[in-house]
């Protein structure tokens, strides 16, 4: 069926350039795009529309792609992403106080729905929080009556009749503004935001609390959560991701480092430090080792669209909790559970801490997540089927339909497997993003962005 | 990194063992070697994350709860408090061998949770208990603080060297331990680890007991007869753990439960007096 026929749509892939002595990012249609460098990507989103895709770097760097189709009035027709603006969000700072650098790393980059002609996000590093403003321009004035068409004025003694300036159309140019930026809110490194259904507030997290903020007001910011322990010494759990319920304004969830997540009600209280729901599955004791914690760990939170299911990501497996049921969660998968007698290793090189996001298609049918390998799985829960891809040049360049993977966890090896051993974990996919509405995909590699696209026969 | 074409692990070939009581002990033994190169691997870890700009505070969270959880089930095997090694070379007897303990100096109740660790940086041979809070890492102004690893207290030390001959002996772990204000002994027989002498190779960062001290007093003359104040410095516990990946099956750690032993009282540790110093000035500075 649909699920497991994707065809590569098109890469951007970086590219190093010894004559520049740069990275590029490259498209495989031929359009080679050149940045000052082309860094590791750290986040992935679809606007509202699914039309515009924005990437966060290391380097404090947001990339926005459009999407064009060949045949507009053909929905199923072959669609493209172009780059459509790059701008620097953050610089890196140096925190004087502290004696510590402040990474420009993008955490997280989260659309706000479009009300207007401009396009709004908001970017985030682990300490401030920006929104900013995408506009097209495609017209100029042109036509000044005391100015030249460079800019210079003209000799007041030669101006004779007056000139209305006039808008002509001109190349269309992208421009990306800051309009807020939301400082001094955070002491510990944000690692969620998220906009709120009611379009005016949104929320940050950090490790140990949760800030609500209005968009229009930079220089307060109300805090809901703070789970900091009096002695720090006593500190055993951190807040890992949250995100606001996408109908009920008043609603949003957090997980934390022990793998439990709590719904809080803004109505109940101003500080929500008092959960209304406790969301935990009781541990397997068969499975117990010293890492049952740390792969308990949720690394990402997202809500269906729907807004009945929350999906939860830990570092083997994928859970949906139905909001009303708090005790377990309604469905289980596992991402790679081929690693589990791994954990020694992966804890002693630090891949354990990975965190994987994970996402839902438009319709809630089917959830992804990212591995090792570079290969990524697709689960339909409609359809109870699961499928490993692997995301790399092959696939992409040859518009090929993408071949599912089989990891061999132990015994005999079969023809086309891979075996756990020969996995390479330095290859890993921790953002993954699904179109609101089409069922297109961006999956990140550590450099790279691919595109698929579903093939319908 | 754990890149390609890695060896396969040493439990590939686990499956044909046949004895079962040679797959017991061995078992039990594998486990708390395991066990104890997972706590200094995870103490390592914690010891770097100081090191760094910012050190991630979820990932600092979850190794320093991996310790505490060690920590406390040993603790509960009667292991935790002697956790030493001997420096002297091999030629010494077994009763001249230093019990080396930088163990956790704090008396506490019984019961009360063992919370508290902390991580010992070491520099040459010069000891020094380092405190791995929120002072070390940043500078904390009133209430912002950063990030960072979290507070702990005592820790431990102990050496990777390889020993020859080294016994463990469980009823000597009583003999040695220093009461100070509990004399309870532990119930050594209910740990997790049978009595099997270990060769050289196999030993890595485990305990060194003497054996048959009669009592408590004597015990604390030889505890204190060879202070000894040369703990290995960084460089060979990093040496000590890069080598110990190839010592044993940590698949097997990964496997095996957690030994859930009958409660036992845990006496006090063995203290001496000079950390006691160091920890009463790191408590002032550190303000608690």
Redesign the interface.
């Known amino acids: 069926s649909a699920l497991l026929v994707y065809k590569g749509l098109n890469c951007c892939e970086s590219v190093y350039s010894p004559s520049s002595q740069e990275h590029i990012l490259r498209q495989e249609s031929g359009l080679q795009i050149c940045m000052s460098r082309s860094d590791i990507i750290s986040t992935v989103e679809f606007n509202h529309s699914g039309e515009l895709l924005a990437t966060g770097d290391k380097g404090g760097r947001v990339v926005i792609f459009q999407q064009e189709t060949e045949n507009k009035s053909q929905p199923q027709c072959r669609s493209e992403y172009n780059v459509y603006s790059t701008f620097q969000s953050h610089e890196p700072e140096f925190d004087y106080?502290?004696?510590?650098?402040?990474e420009e790393k993008i955490n997280k980059i989260r659309w706000l729905p479009q009300k207007n002609a401009a396009q709004f996000l908001l970017s985030t590093n682990?300490k401030t929080i920006k929104l900013w403003k995408i506009s097209e321009r495609d017209k100029r004035p042109e036509g000044y009556n005391l100015k030249e068409e460079d800019g210079r004025y003209r000799d007041a003694a030669t101006i004779t009749t007056l000139r209305v300036p006039v808008f002509r159309p001109m190349d269309l140019m992208v421009e990306a503004s800051p309009r807020r930026v939301f400082v001094n809110g955070h002491?510990?490194?944000i690692n969620s935001i998220s906009v709120n259904s009611d379009n005016e507030t949104y929320l940050s997290a950090d490790?140990?609390r949760i800030n609500l903020w209005h968009l229009e007001i930079t220089d307060r910011s109300f805090n809901v959560v703070d789970i900091k322990p009096a002695?720090?010494?006593?500190?055993?759990?951190?807040i890992?991701a949250a995100e606001f319920h996408p109908h009920q304004c008043n609603t949003f969830v957090y997980s934390s480092?022990k793998g439990t997540i709590r719904l809080c009600d803004m109505r109940a209280s101003a500080l929500c430090d008092k959960h209304s729901k406790l969301f935990e599955e009781p541990e397997d004791?068969s499975n117990?080792?010293?890492?049952s914690?740390?792969i308990s760990?949720i690394s990402d939170v997202k809500f269906s669209h729907n807004g009945r299911y929350m999906m939860t990501r830990d570092y083997l497996s994928v859970k949906i909790w139905d909001l009303n049921m708090e005790n377990r969660p309604v469905e289980t998968y596992q991402v790679h559970e081929y690693l589990?007698?791994?954990?020694?290793?992966?804890?002693?090189?630090?891949?354990i801490?990975d965190k994987f996001e994970c996402c839902w298609n438009g319709n809630d049918s089917v959830v992804m997540t990212g591995s090792y390998n570079n290969f990524f799985r697709m689960l339909d829960r409609s359809q109870r089927r699961d499928v490993t891809l692997e995301a790399s040049r092959e696939s992409c360049k040859a518009r090929q339909v993408l071949k599912p993977r089989r990891v061999c966890a132990?015994g005999k090896r079969k023809k086309d497997e891979i075996s756990v051993?020969?996995?390479?974990?330095?290859k890993k996919i921790l953002h993954t993003a699904w179109h609101p509405q089409e069922n297109i995909i961006a999956v990140a590699t550590t450099n790279n962005l691919y595109i698929f696209q579903e093939k319908v026969n | 990194m754990f890149s390609k074409g890695t060896k396969r692990k040493f439990s590939d070939g686990d499956e044909e063992i046949s004895d079962e009581s040679l797959v017991g002990a061995r078992v039990a033994s594998s486990y708390s070697l395991q066990r104890q190169s997972l706590l200094d691997m995870s103490l390592i870890k914690l010891q770097l994350c100081h090191m760094l700009v910012e050190p991630n505070l979820c990932r600092s969270v979850l190794i320093a709860n991996t310790v505490r959880q060690i920590q406390e089930e040993m603790t509960h095997d009667g292991s935790w408090h002697m956790v030493t090694e001997a420096f002297c070379g091999p030629g010494q007897s077994p009763s001249e061998r230093l019990v080396a303990t930088e163990v956790l100096c704090r008396s506490r109740e019984q019961d009360a949770e063992p919370k508290l660790f902390s991580v010992i940086s070491y520099e040459g041979c010069r000891e020094e208990e380092v405190v791995a809070d929120e002072t070390l890492c940043s500078v904390s102004v009133s209430d912002t603080v950063s990030n960072v690893c979290l507070a702990g207290r005592v820790g431990q030390c102990w050496e990777k060297s390889e020993l020859s001959g080294v016994e463990r002996d469980e009823e000597a772990l009583e003999d040695s331990r220093l009461g100070s204000g509990e004399d309870e002994e532990i119930d050594t027989e209910d740990g997790a680890s049978t009595e099997s002498p270990k060769t050289t190779g196999q030993v890595f960062g485990t305990f060194e007991i003497k054996n048959g001290s009669p009592g408590p007093d004597s015990a604390l003359e030889e505890l204190f007869s060879d202070v000894d104040t040369s703990y290995y410095d960084l460089d060979t516990m990093l040496t000590g753990m890069q080598s110990a990946p190839k010592m044993g099956p940590y698949d097997l750690l990964d496997s095996l439960a957690p030994s859930h032993s009958s409660p036992s009282i845990v006496s006090t540790p063995t203290c001496r007096s000079d950390l006691n110093e160091l920890d009463h000035i790191m408590e002032i500075i550190v303000g608690s």
Do not use: A, Q, W
């Open positions: 106080l502290k004696s510590l650098e402040i682990d002491t510990y490194h490790d140990l002695n720090m010494e006593e500190l055993t759990e951190v890992t480092s004791p117990r080792s010293f890492f914690e740390i760990s589990r007698s791994k954990l020694c290793s992966l804890y002693e090189n630090d891949c801490f132990g051993d020969s996995l390479d974990f330095n």
